[in-house]
């Protein structure tokens, strides 16, 4: 029983401290709606389903493994307290769907590793990915 309590007490502790992975549908189509819908390139709207997860995710790799527009996504959406659970419950709620749009509009301008291209916006705007290839590497 003492192996029991011990093994819960631990697992409760490790959940506490895990980081959560903001990978889930609602938050990817808010993504292909801002950038890869009607105006966008076709060319980039193909790279954007082709990549699915691997816009912020790399393939291969645990989801909390993110690439570095996955990175400062999920940095942004802790910093920003955004109710991640509610909007999940309520995706078409417009006020959810704004905050959304204002972290996106952040991180464009945020630097992307890329000495080619400085931000993020800059590789969109070059029709390749923000955070990596169709992999996310």
Same mark, same amino acid.
């Given at each position: 029983? =003492?192996? *029991? ?10 959940? &506490?401290?895990?980081?959560?992975? @903001?990978? @889930?549908? #609602?938050?990817?189509? #808010?993504? =292909?709606?801002? *950038?890869?819908?009607?105006?966008? &390139?076709?060319? @980039? ?6 990549? &699915?997860? *691997?816009?912020?995710? !790399? ?28 909007? =999940? ?6 006020? *959810? !769907?704004? #905050?959304?749009?204002? !972290? ?15 931000? @993020? ?17």
């Amino acid at each position: 029983m =003492k192996k *029991y309590s011990l093994a819960v007490a631990v697992l409760c502790v490790a959940t &506490n401290f895990a980081t959560p992975a @903001f990978a @889930f549908k #609602q938050l990817a189509d #808010q993504f =292909k709606a801002k *950038y890869a819908g009607e105006k966008a &390139n076709a060319d @980039f709207k193909k790279l954007v389903t082709d990549a &699915n997860c *691997y816009v912020c995710h !790399i393939k291969g790799e645990s989801k909390k493994k993110r690439n570095p527009y996955g990175e400062a996504l999920h940095e942004l959406i802790e910093d920003t307290k955004f109710p991640i659970k509610d909007y =999940k419950k309520d995706s078409k709620n417009e006020k *959810y !769907i704004a #905050q959304l749009k204002e !972290i996106f509009k952040k991180l464009e301008g945020m630097e992307s590793g890329d000495k080619e291209h400085k931000t @993020f916006a800059d590789r969109m705007k070059a029709d390749l990915l923000p955070g990596g290839d169709k992999e996310g590497k």
